[in-house]
């Protein structure tokens, strides 16, 4: 576990001297990347900040606590957590809202706690699968989607499924 | 979809706010939670930025172009129609090794140029620019870097230690996936 925390210093000592040996500009790349970074938490702030009202009204309001009372039994029985509901529905139409809502759910809970991990895990191993379906097939000009959506959907509930177990079995 | 969600986030708290007498603290939670959002950005900036920087160093020394080396036998099994062509295969090839890497930006262009190709011939490219597609929304990656880089600045112990979870799942899902995909893919053509 300990070497896992070491992986991107890892990464960025050897891909470093792999520059180095192949004479790529290694820290202008570093400065473009980081670059886009910046880019990348430009977008993300119109989506945190509609996401964070929306949840902390949800809670202020007393709605949250009703509906996860509500949903508790169905998502008791798939072993769960229910404060990861908003998060695998938005997980297959927006990146930017289920990390959004992942972030949220870090911040009120810990990142270290079971439902810190599972969001953490739940947005690792998934994609924003409508977002795919829709680049890939209009850029290859096919309209007939077929079995492609069905099948990725059951993936992403596989995905959210097996994220809660795996997660459950390591740190609860 | 996302309209109706958030349409409905917001007027049902309404309601909600109304009925159980919390309207000064959830019209304060508004403003608050928009606050919060700022301050969470704020604090992840420093180190999305210093993800996306180690990603390009991985793009520019070309490591995702030796994986994608590596990936060929594999995808002449999953792709046998596409992968006889060169131009297919090598964006196959390409595009599978960045979403390995967890180069979402470089995997996307691959990606589609893959799915321009595979449109282009005929019935059974368009069977394996499916399964192209599922496979590309049921993420490989291999470096979760972008939610270890919240983790890191939420104040996670060990933000990576999520990795093994993450490619375990990533495996179900995969495997989930081909699944589907295999037998909806029997059951449409029974169907038709």
């Keep these: ?134 680049v890939y097939y209009s850029a290859a000009g096919v309209r007939r989607t077929g079995w492609a959506i069905p099948a990725a959907l059951c993936a992403d509930l596989a995905c959210f499924l097996s994220a809660a177990w795996i997660s459950r079995l390591l740190w609860a | 979809m996302l309209n109706l969600l958030f349409s409905l986030l917001f007027l049902l708290s309404l309601f909600c706010a109304v009925l159980t007498g919390k309207e000064t603290e959830t019209g304060r939670a508004l403003l608050d939670g928009a606050g919060a959002a700022l301050r969470f950005c704020l604090d992840i900036t420093g180190s999305l930025c210093l993800w996306s920087a180690l990603s390009e160093l991985l793009a520019q020394t070309g490591l995702s172009g030796r994986l994608s080396s590596a990936l060929r036998p594999l995808l002449r099994r999953l792709f046998p129609r596409s992968a006889r062509e060169d131009g297919i295969c090598e964006a196959l090839s390409e595009n599978l090794s960045a979403n390995l890497l967890g180069l979402g930006n470089a995997a996307t262009p691959a990606g589609v140029r893959a799915a321009k190709g595979m449109a282009a011939l005929g019935e059974g490219g ?67």
């Design chain 1, 1 to 134: 576990m300990a070497l896992l925390s070491l992986t991107p210093l890892l990464l960025l000592g050897f891909s470093c001297l792999y520059a180095l040996a192949l004479g790529v500009d290694a820290y202008g790349a570093l400065l473009t990347g980081a670059k886009k970074g910046l880019t990348l938490a430009l977008e993300l702030l119109p989506a945190l900040v509609i996401l964070f009202a929306a949840v902390w009204c949800l809670r202020a309001s007393g709605l949250s606590e009703l509906l996860c009372r509500l949903a508790e039994p169905l998502f008791r029985f798939f072993g769960v957590p229910e404060e990861t509901g908003l998060l695998m529905l938005i997980r297959p139409l927006s990146g930017s809202g289920a990390l959004a809502a992942a972030g949220e759910l870090m911040e009120t809970y810990g990142p270290d706690s079971l439902i810190g991990r599972t969001a953490s895990v739940m947005i690792g191993s998934s994609e924003t699968t409508f977002y795919v379906i829709s």
């Design chain 2, 126 to 192: 368009r069977e394996e620019l499916a399964l192209l597609v599922v496979l590309n929304t049921a993420s490989l990656q291999i470096l979760p870097g972008t939610i270890a880089a919240v983790r890191a600045s939420a104040g996670a112990a060990s933000p990576f230690d999520i990795m093994p979870a993450v490619w375990l799942s990533s495996a179900v899902s995969v495997g989930a996936g081909l699944t589907a995909a295999f037998l909806l893919k029997k059951l449409w053509r029974c169907y038709r």
